[in-house]
């Protein structure tokens, strides 16, 4: 079973990597999120309580994903933003779990990163729910 939906296939991603390059350079639990579609536990990321100006990146391949001056206290546990930068991330249809959901990847190198939901703030009413094991945070300079 591959690990991506038809809507994309892992082998579309500017960035390339066998599994065992994947694993070699990523943790075992950003391995899980990043490259098995796993889902670290709500309110375990340090990511959660970052506030500085900023941006949130890949922590597979360091393309940039979201600013922080979007993210938001969504209140499940999860960093959560509104609105993604621009190229920072490609969409594919989930329908694990007996359910329809839209799947957010990095734009560079396809790794998972959570979903997206109709749910969130204004402006967009969308709410960008990442792992934050899948991500790192670059303070502005």
């Not at 375990?44 to 900023?54: A, D, I, M, N, V």
Request: proline share 9%.
């Amino acid at each position: 079973m591959s690990l991506f939906s038809k809507d994309k296939p892992a082998d579309t991603y500017p960035v390339q990597k066998s599994e065992a390059e994947w694993r070699a350079e990523l943790s075992p639990e950003a391995f899980k999120v990043l490259r098995q579609h796993g889902t670290e536990r709500p309110g375990t990321s340090r990511l959660l309580t970052e506030k500085r100006p900023g941006t949130f990146a890949c922590a597979a391949c360091g393309h940039e994903l979201f600013d922080n001056a979007t993210k938001f206290e969504s209140g499940t546990g999860w960093p959560s933003f509104f609105k993604p930068l621009p190229g920072g991330i490609a969409t594919t249809t989930d329908r694990s779990f007996f359910m329809t959901r839209t799947e957010v990847h990095c734009a560079q190198c396809g790794g998972h990163l959570g979903h997206v939901f109709p749910d969130g703030p204004a402006p967009t009413g969308e709410r960008y729910c990442m792992n934050g094991v899948a991500m790192v945070f670059q303070p502005a300079e």
